[in-house]
């Protein structure tokens, strides 16, 4: 009931929301639910996976279309396909999700201030009303400034500071006697390779 309430106050249905609880965007997190009730083999959640979605479609066809609900469409029915055709795990394993899996942390704490200022200047010199190409070329750029400056700050900041961590752990690793070697809880041969 309430990813519906959400849905009704996103397409602006409805002006009496409180502000500041987000109501209206809780449908965009509630469209992963389904989709991991699948995969978890929840009783009936095939079904409540196709109500949703095709009452996240009737809210587009009938309001306004919101990229982000598109967005989110597409991805839980991109997730449920992968794993319909047992494909899920091969695909986030892959280079490419390691790698930002690597710099999740960093995207997530630059992506405010270099993507969306991105947006903010390019808003400024093209205007308010871009037309779809620019839309696109600016959601590149911003996705693409942020990327290469989160894989900056990884490379210059977090993993040099990993290292660090990893040397000062070896340094105060209490030894431990086994069968009269003496070891150390820690496992030096990771050092050269942090």
């Not at 993993?159 to 006697?177: D, H, M, Q, Y």
Request: proline share 3%; hydrophobic share 50%; net charge positive.
């Amino acid at each position: 009931m309430l990813g519906i309430y959400s849905l009704y106050l996103d397409q602006q249905m409805d002006s009496t929301a409180r502000s500041g609880l987000f109501l209206p965007y809780w449908h965009y997190f509630l469209m992963g639910v389904p989709v991991c009730n699948v995969i978890r083999g929840k009783k009936a959640a095939s079904t409540i996976l196709s109500l949703w979605v095709a009452a996240e479609v009737a809210a587009l066809l009938v309001g306004d279309i919101k990229s982000y609900s598109v967005a989110g469409v597409v991805f839980c029915l991109m997730l449920f396909s992968l794993w319909k055709m047992n494909n899920l795990d091969s695909f986030l394993s892959g280079r490419v999700f390691h790698y930002f899996g690597t710099i999740s942390y960093t995207l997530y704490l630059v992506h405010p201030d270099i993507g969306w200022k991105t947006i903010s200047v390019a808003r400024q010199f093209f205007g308010s009303d871009m037309s779809s190409i620019q839309t696109l070329f600016v959601f590149i750029l911003a996705i693409t400034l942020s990327v290469m400056t989160a894989h900056a700050f990884h490379v210059t900041f977090e993993k040099p500071s990993f290292t660090t961590t990893a040397r000062i752990n070896c340094l105060f690793a209490t030894p431990v006697w086994a069968n009269g070697n003496t070891q150390t809880s820690i496992d030096r041969s990771r050092l050269s390779h942090a």
